[in-house]
């Protein structure tokens, strides 16, 4: 199984004024992943990386993290944006997250 990132480097946070989590290394935006917040779940419909920063783990990171704040608000995940579920499908840990009807629709 995937480890979470060690990489201190990385400073994750959530920017609820612009709708996402964000991933900086250096004080640079490296990754952001968009959600909109309903009643029960997280909509999750947008995760990028920014180019120079690919191959570096941290859309994986930024993943995690966003999935981590959805547990700890007790909301459910949905995974809109294709990077969100493919990660989802690839770590049990965080099905439990995703609805039963969810992981219909979007095969994980």
Same mark, same amino acid.
């Given at each position: 199984?995937?480890?979470?990132?060690? #990489?201190?480097?990385?400073?994750?946070? /959530? =920017?609820?004024?612009?709708?996402?989590?964000?991933?900086? $290394?250096?004080?640079?935006?490296?990754?952001?992943?968009?959600? =909109?917040? %309903?009643? &029960?779940?997280? %909509?999750? &419909?947008?995760?990028? $990386?920014l180019p120079?920063?690919?191959?570096?783990? $941290?859309?994986?990171?930024?993943?995690?993290?966003?999935? #981590?704040?959805?547990?700890?608000?007790?909301?459910?995940?949905?995974?809109?944006?294709?990077?969100?579920?493919?990660?989802?499908?690839?770590?049990? /840990?965080?099905? #439990?997250? $995703?609805?039963?009807? &969810?992981?219909?629709?979007?095969?994980?």
């Open positions: 199984m995937e480890q979470p990132s060690a #990489d201190p480097a990385f400073q994750l946070s /959530d =920017n609820p004024a612009r709708h996402r989590f964000e991933l900086h $290394v250096g004080g640079e935006l490296a990754a952001f992943a968009e959600y =909109n917040v %309903l009643k &029960t779940g997280m %909509l999750f &419909t947008h995760t990028e $990386v120079s920063f690919e191959r570096r783990g $941290v859309g994986s990171a930024i993943v995690r993290f966003a999935l #981590d704040e959805v547990r700890r608000r007790s909301l459910l995940a949905i995974p809109v944006c294709p990077f969100v579920a493919g990660f989802l499908r690839k770590h049990p /840990d965080y099905q #439990d997250l $995703v609805s039963a009807q &969810t992981r219909r629709a979007y095969r994980i």
